[in-house]
Each structure stands twice: as structure tokens, then as C-alpha cells.
């Protein structure tokens, strides 16, 4: 069964409000108000939302995605973080786990050991994201040692696109 039937089996070029036949799509706003009633509010609404939707997949075609995140190391006295924004490749593994090496050598002692099997934690979390294909935003992870009740801890954060793909 082609569940994309009614317009010719391509949804992106064609469309088919009332499923009687494939109209092409240009690229510009769907004529909803020729289709659908005049007074019709609801069809209004969802022709402007469909507009909206059709006009970002077709700059998505046109720019590349961004891949933004952080690894941050923070307390109530300490902060440092180690952020990416790219394109159009996201950072691999390997670039993760570097970026959590170069944030660790810059710890000082005594913070690093107040977070130092968080800092693990977290590493096999990006190697774990990895070999499931990578994370994809919106991520927020937060790792703390065990039995830290003060706010020492790494946070892993995806903002956009992906991150630690293998």
C-alpha cells in the first residue's frame, strides 16, 4: 500500500487537500482559500500552518544544518564549558569526548574531584549517544558523583541539530 498514493507518491511536490487530485506545488503559498470555502476558518488556519511547514522544507534544502552544544563544568564557584556550533557536519564522538578532555584538564584539583566519576558518567554517555546514532537536540544532561549535594556537576547539552554521531 502507498500510503503517499493520492499525490502520485511524492507529498514534498505535489498535494491533494481533498484527495481527488495531485495539484503541483511550486515552492509558494497554497491557494487554501480557492480550495476550501471562503468562510472557513479552520481551513484558513491550517493553510497558513501547511505555508508555514512547506516554507521551511524548502529552505531546508538551501542552508546547511547547524549543530550547536556545550560540555560545561560548573558549581556555585566554578564555571567553564567547551561549546561547538558547525556546519554542516556535527561533531563526532571523538570530537565529544575531546572537547570533555580539553574542559578537564583546565579543572582545578579540587573541583575535578568533587565531579571526577560525573566526568566519566558523562563519557559514557557521548560514546553510548554514538553507538545509537547520535543525539539529537533538544538534550540536556546533567552528571553528578554520587552523594554531591552541593551544585558541582557536567552538563551535556544539544542545542541544535546532533551531536556525537560515530
Not at 476550501?36 to 484558513?44: P, S, V
Not at 566519566?120 to 533538544?138: D, H, L, T, Y
Request: net charge neutral; glycine share 12%; hydrophobic share 40%.
Amino acid at each position: 500500500m502507498n500510503t503517499y498514493g493520492y499525490v502520485g507518491g511524492n507529498p514534498i511536490v505535489y498535494f491533494d487537500p481533498e484527495g481527488l487530485e495531485s495539484i503541483p506545488w511550486d515552492g509558494g503559498a497554497i491557494p487554501w482559500d480557492d480550495i476550501f470555502d471562503k468562510g472557513g476558518r479552520i481551513a484558513a488556519a491550517i493553510g497558513r500552518g501547511a505555508n508555514v511547514l512547506f516554507a521551511c522544507l524548502a529552505l531546508s534544502g538551501d542552508q546547511p544544518e547547524i549543530h550547536r552544544g556545550r560540555i560545561q563544568a560548573q558549581s556555585g564557584t566554578y564555571e567553564d564549558s567547551e561549546s561547538w556550533s558547525q556546519s554542516p557536519n556535527p561533531p563526532t564522538v571523538a570530537d565529544g569526548l575531546m572537547k570533555l578532555d580539553a574542559l578537564v584538564s583546565r579543572m582545578p584539583k579540587r573541583f575535578f574531584k568533587k565531579v571526577n566519576f560525573a566526568v566519566e558518567a558523562a563519557r559514557r554517555w557521548i560514546v553510548n549517544a554514538g553507538n545509537s546514532g547520535g543525539a539529537f537536540a533538544r538534550v540536556s544532561k546533567t552528571f553528578q558523583n554520587h552523594g554531591v549535594t552541593n551544585s558541582e556537576r557536567i552538563d551535556i547539552e544539544v542545542i541544535q541539530g546532533k551531536a556525537f554521531v560515530p
